[in-house]
């Protein structure tokens, strides 16, 4: 694919590819990360990254920021930021005697809260509106926020110091949340190799592979996917798995039922699919759920972790045969998908 055609084609799978492949440019094994990004933003979701420092969280914001030619801002949370500083105030011009509207850095296409567990949870708050309503209220002013919105927040694992566990409810407002492993050898020893030739090389070094009319058509291209009832229900369970299982104190709530269905629509469509497949799904159960688990006291106290939860339930809930979810089957659904 040239980089011409990349740039105008609203296909959702040659709109991953062009991000995938430019990104590549500067940063390896990070292909995992990049498809959650490129659904968040297709879907309108938010996403939560964690891991440890110094593995190029930050830099994986920015080069999706660059690639898809949205603008962004980044916020570096720390605890002395304040809610203005992200929302933005009114500030008191002498010239005019008058009191002047200054929009702080949540007014943008793609907003990077670095390190978003060092700051308060009152600024932590900030976020809630926009992220949910995609508009802030500033002073009693109400005023809707760019489209698309998205928020990309990194956090370093709440074991660090000096870091804050974010509420519920602003968890629950994350799409999905990501951890970010260590390289593997070879993946490291490329690195190594590539910032040796160039120790510059970064988000500077990439381009803007599409379109905001590319984006916006494969946008609505995910909105057509069709999701056969098996699969829905196979959605429903695993959401109601985590309801009754016996260490969560607080299960999953339909916002995350419904991060389920968008996100699976997305990632047929980036594989070049009109219909979902149990799969799909599946493979968001731990992005989708592991940060929305509210534990036990008990599990608690024994140390449980919620991706084992997670784990347990994947077990439990048995997915829907493949042919349940065929071309053929999907017909007599009602839908009208195309062959692979």
């Known amino acids: 694919m040239s980089g011409t055609d990349a740039q105008t084609d609203p296909d959702p799978e040659a709109v991953f590819d062009a991000l995938r492949e430019e990104i590549a440019r500067v940063l390896i094994g990070n292909e995992e990360a990049v498809e959650y990004l490129t659904i968040s933003l297709l879907t309108r979701g938010h996403?939560?990254?964690e891991g440890v420092p110094g593995i190029a969280k930050t830099t994986l914001a920015n080069l999706f920021a660059r690639t898809t030619g949205l603008e962004s801002t980044r916020i570096q949370m720390t605890p002395d930021t304040l809610p203005a500083d992200i929302t933005g105030t009114h500030i008191y011009r002498q010239g005019t005697g008058a009191f002047e509207l200054q929009r702080g850095p949540v007014f943008a296409n793609l907003v990077i809260a670095d390190e978003i567990n060092r700051a308060t949870p009152k600024t932590q708050s900030a976020l809630l509106e926009a992220m949910q309503e995609r508009q802030v209220t500033i002073e009693g002013e109400t005023l809707a926020l760019p489209d698309p919105f998205m928020v990309?927040?990194?956090?370093n694992p709440i074991e660090a110091e000096g870091v804050f566990q974010l509420p519920e409810a602003q968890r629950d407002r994350f799409q999905f949340k990501l951890y970010l492993e260590l390289p593997e050898r070879a993946v490291e020893r490329d690195l190594l190799d590539?910032?040796?030739?160039?120790?510059?090389l970064g988000p500077a070094d990439v381009e803007q592979v599409v379109e905001p009319e590319a984006l916006r058509a494969a946008r609505e291209t995910v909105q057509t996917v069709h999701?056969?009832?098996?699969?829905?229900?196979?959605?429903?369970?695993?959401?109601?798995?985590?309801?009754?299982h016996p260490d969560v104190a607080y299960g999953a709530s339909p916002r995350a039922t419904l991060a389920f269905l968008n996100g699976s629509k997305a990632r047929a469509a980036i594989r070049g699919r009109e219909y979902v497949i149990p799969d799909d799904a599946k493979s968001m159960v731990e992005p989708v759920l592991v940060h929305r688990l509210v534990l036990t006291t008990d599990a608690d106290l024994s140390d449980v972790d919620p991706a084992d939860v997670v784990s347990d339930i994947v077990a439990d809930v048995e997915p829907p045969g493949a042919e349940e979810v065929t071309p053929d089957a999907l017909a007599v659904d009602g839908g009208d998908p195309s062959t692979e």
């Open 47 to 49: 996403l939560l990254v």
């Open 152 to 155: 990309v927040a990194t956090q």
């Open 194 to 200: 590539r910032f040796d030739d160039d120790p510059e």
């Open 227 to 244: 999701v056969a009832s098996p699969v829905k229900e196979y959605v429903l369970n695993l959401v109601r798995a985590t309801r009754r």
